[in-house]
């Protein structure tokens, strides 16, 4: 077979395609790396040309070649010079590097059947179906379409889909529910930070913290959690027995409840969920018999007669005083196991919850309200309002007040010396105040 003489001309014309298609495109940019686009109008082919090599560029990086999903990935300025300078526009381009255009033909979105595959077909490859994550996706149509022709819009289609949401009905996130999620948190982790509530799943809990409770550290302080970390894999079994010996040794005991009333949360999660048996075996090694309540002691006038002592003692009944005094056992009974929880149990003992409206601890209100107890009582320390049930303004001076007790005293012209000797909550908590400043 006689080979095939081309004209010189196609030759020439190949030669220049094959070198044009090897030629690297040369794309000006700034000093801080965007394109200079004006720079490139004078030549509209190279224009195009570099419009496409950002496209495929970031398609190889799974994003498709749509508005949304540019702007919501950082390429805003692709998508602009796209409907700015490409012929055509996104379909041009589409057409161009060889994709569907997304067209859909007249009245597509109208049949509800068509909706629920198109939503079964994306939740197959993204995991869910939330406005946000359609939107990211570039799948805004699905969003558009659901609320416009299927019955019940966007939440109806997930519903019929069998698409479990993870939203918390309005009103869910009370503080002392975060307060007792939090809790429970902290004890099966060991910490209650933004990282390890990520790696969780539980950002629901981290969002509810931030918007309703001040923030993780505003938290952290209100459970009276300080931060006590060790060295990776500090907790053998070896130093948990060595460290329960030292608390032991020094408070005759070591329960849940007095590790956390001496805020020892990590050698309490660490003999809960580290050392072998867990506290009660720990417990045991060191010659303690464990006391615990028996099975079905927590029922309902049980709960109430232990609130009740417990109101007596620390006048109050809140889920954050239950926590900061080591109840943990009282709170968790009263959350899981009294009908209507903590609001009804002060409803049925005849209790004040103590609790001020959202907002009311305002350095004005600390004030005066610090002035009519000095007042009355003469002397304003953390332990003798906690002795006269005002938790609520002890709490509120540690946690609102700038700068604390010792600021509020400077400001009413209260004399610290007058105050008489310094007692172990409040220097724990002006001790603790030091060293977060040193730190």
């Known amino acids: 077979m006689s080979e095939r003489i081309l004209p010189q001309a196609q030759i020439e014309a190949n030669n220049h395609f094959e070198l044009e298609v090897q030629t690297p495109i040369e794309i000006p940019r700034d000093s801080r790396g965007r394109i200079r686009w004006q720079l490139l109008e004078t030549d509209p082919t190279q ?32 998508s602009r010079a796209i409907v700015a ?10 057409q161009a590097l060889d994709l569907p255009t997304g067209n859909k033909p007249k009245n597509y979105w109208n049949d509800s059947t068509i909706i629920e595959q198109e939503a079964r077909q994306f939740v197959e490859r993204n995991g869910n179906l939330t406005q946000k994550t359609l939107e ?11 609320y416009t022709y299927y019955p019940g819009g966007l939440q109806a289609l997930k519903d019929n889909l069998g698409i479990v949401s993870s939203q918390k009905p309005n009103g869910y996130w009370t503080h002392d529910r975060i307060v007792n999620e939090a809790v429970e948190f902290y004890m099966e982790h060991g910490q209650l930070s933004r990282a390890s509530l990520h790696q969780a799943s539980k950002d629901d809990l981290e969002a509810a913290i931030k918007k309703h409770a001040g923030g993780l550290a505003a938290l952290r302080k209100e459970l009276g959690i300080v931060t006590q970390r060790k060295p990776n894999g500090y907790w053998t079994s070896e130093n948990i027995f060595a460290q329960a010996v030292d608390f032991y040794t020094e408070h005759g005991n070591i329960v849940p409840d007095t590790l956390t009333a001496h805020k020892r949360y990590d050698l309490l999660y660490a003999a809960v969920n580290r050392y072998p048996g867990g506290i009660r075996q720990l417990q045991k090694d060191l010659g303690i018999k464990p006391k615990s309540k028996d099975v079905g002691f927590w029922i309902e006038d049980t709960i109430r007669e232990e609130a009740l002592a417990f109101f007596n003692q620390y006048g109050g009944l809140t889920h ?55 007042d009355a009582h003469g002397i304003l320390n953390f332990g003798i309002l906690n002795r006269q049930k005002s938790s609520s303004l002890a709490n509120a001076i540690s946690i609102h007040y700038p700068g604390g007790l010792i600021a509020l005293r400077e400001k009413l012209g209260i004399d610290g010396k007058q105050q008489g000797v310094i007692n172990s909550d409040e220097a724990n908590i002006q001790l603790e105040r030091l060293l977060e400043v040193q730190i």
Do not use: C
Not at 54 to 68: I, Y
Not at 136 to 146: E, L, P, T, W
Not at 347 to 366: A, C, F, H, Q
């Open 320 to 374: 954050t005083l239950l926590v900061r005094s080591g109840r943990f056992d009282l709170n968790h009974a009263i959350y899981h196991k009294y009908p209507g929880s903590i609001r009804q149990l002060q409803t049925d003992l005849g209790v004040e919850s103590g609790k001020r409206p959202n907002g009311y601890w305002t350095p004005e209100n600390i004030e005066r309200e610090a002035q009519e107890f000095f």
């Open 47 to 78: 224009l195009a040309r570099v419009i496409e090599t950002e496209a495929r560029s970031a398609m190889e990086q799974g994003v498709p070649l749509k508005h949304n999903a540019l702007s919501a990935n950082g390429l805003s300025y692709l």
């Open 136 to 146: 990211k996706a570039g799948n805004s149509g699905i969003a558009n379409a659901a």
């Open 85 to 94: 300078y490409y012929p055509g526009r996104y379909p041009g381009l589409r």
